[in-house]
């Protein structure tokens, strides 16, 4: 859509010299949102009655507009093309209700009868008929219309889940199975799908009799399965008529899920990644802290070897001051040598006893 660019001073000129009914016209906005634009800009709009006032030329108050304003002096109106009557202020649901509404191919009439038939309608009526029997419909790829009705009222039930099969083919979709329920298919989004046939309640007349339920012609779709879940009845308005509002509920909620499934996978990345970091940040702290207990280790036993050394010279010493360095003490000097050149961690001298 075409768009363009105005100051806060020219909408507010805008707002004051023309009424938001023709302004709804030249922009694709809705009286409300034209309004949220200038609460959000900071523009003051003409009171109630102030048109009126202007038509009959009486006094009118016109409220200036304050130049100070803390933000960005942009704002971007989108063009209404001629004959759209979508406004990009309104929400996708509606948005994608009037697309489809004012799509002249769109196949939107439920037909009195069918007429080139779908592939599922064909393969629904074998199954009724018996041409068709499945031993495990949870295996079978073949599909039926999820279609739970009185045997009178399988036709309307037919009729109108053809021409709904045929607007979703329009739109780009298709139908298939999951998990043995049907399901229409978007974007690779599975959406479950239901047609029943609601029934009242008839209470007991005695008390050894049990309530019972009758069918009441009143038609039910349903969609989606827990918070995704949506039914429409038939009311005032009959379901056939809901055709492009189902489509498009179908088309919103498959939107969700699919944002719904990027950010679940953009935070399993992100765990992932967080995980992976602390992962890696232990490692780093068992490998520094298997190095430093290594470290304290070879400093506690070059102490000992520093001790060990310390009380050979001392002995040395004492046999040299008591003149009684012996050759057993001289051996045994000479042994204890040894043993602390192997304790030396600086030294490591091999020993053929302990190192084994």
């Given at each position: 859509?075409e768009?363009?660019?105005?100051s ?17 016209m ?6 409300n ?7 959000q800009f900071e523009?003051?709009?003409?009171p109630?009655?102030?048109w009126?006032?202007?038509?009959f030329n009486?006094?009118v108050k ?23 009557p979508?406004?990009v ?5 509606t948005i994608?209700?009037?697309?489809i509404?004012?799509d ?5 009439v439920?037909?009195d009868?069918i007429t080139?038939?779908?592939v599922l309608t064909?393969q ?6 018996g ?5 495990s419909?949870?295996?079978d790829?073949r ?6 009705v ?12 053809d021409?709904?099969t045929?607007l ?8 298939s199975?999951?998990y043995?329920?049907?399901?229409v298919v978007?974007?690779?989004v599975f959406?479950e799908?239901?047609?029943r046939e609601a029934k009242?309640r ?6 050894y009799e049990?309530?019972d ?6 038609f ?12 429409w ?7 056939e ?13 498959a939107v ?26 232990k490692k ?5 802290i ?7 280790a070879l400093s506690?036993q070059?102490?000992k070897?520093?001790?060990i050394?310390q ?6 010493q004492?046999a ?13 000097i ?5 043993k ?6 600086l030294i ?9």
């Amino acid at each position: 859509m075409e768009t363009k660019e105005l100051s806060r001073k020219q909408l507010y000129d805008l707002v004051w010299s023309t009424p938001l009914s023709k302004l709804t016209m030249q922009y694709a906005f809705s009286n409300n949102g034209i309004k949220k634009i200038c609460k959000q800009f900071e523009i003051p709009l003409p009171p109630n009655g102030y048109w009126l006032k202007l038509k009959f030329n009486k006094k009118v108050k016109i409220e200036k507009l304050n130049p100070v304003f803390g933000s960005v002096d942009k704002i971007i109106l989108t063009i209404r093309e001629e004959g759209n009557p979508i406004n990009v202020d309104q929400t996708p649901l509606t948005i994608h209700t009037k697309e489809i509404e004012n799509d002249p191919q769109a196949p939107l009439v439920v037909p009195d009868k069918i007429t080139k038939p779908d592939v599922l309608t064909i393969q629904t009526k074998d199954y009724w008929n018996g041409k068709i029997k499945f031993t495990s419909y949870w295996d079978d790829n073949r599909i039926v219309y999820p279609i739970r009705v009185e045997k009178n009222n399988r036709e309307r039930g037919l009729i109108f889940m053809d021409t709904l099969t045929k607007l979703i083919r329009y739109r780009g979709h298709t139908i298939s199975k999951q998990y043995g329920n049907a399901c229409v298919v978007i974007d690779e989004v599975f959406i479950e799908i239901d047609l029943r046939e609601a029934k009242k309640r008839i209470p007991a007349t005695t008390k050894y009799e049990t309530s019972d339920y009758v069918p009441t012609g009143e038609f039910i779709f349903k969609i989606g399965r827990r918070s995704g879940e949506r039914e429409w009845r038939d009311g005032h308005v009959k379901i056939e008529e809901l055709l492009a509002k189902i489509v498009a509920k179908l088309e919103v909620l498959a939107v969700k899920e699919k944002e719904w499934k990027e950010r679940l996978r953009i935070a399993n990345l992100k765990r992932e990644e967080e995980e992976k970091r602390k992962a890696e940040i232990k490692k780093i702290r068992d490998e520094e802290i298997t190095k430093y207990n290594k470290l304290v280790a070879l400093s506690e036993q070059y102490n000992k070897t520093l001790l060990i050394r310390q009380y050979i010279d001392a002995e040395k010493q004492h046999a040299l001051n008591m003149n009684n360095l012996t050759p057993e003490k001289q051996e045994w000097i000479n042994w204890a040598t040894a043993k602390a050149n192997w304790l030396d961690p600086l030294i490591n001298s091999p020993d053929e006893l302990l190192d084994s």
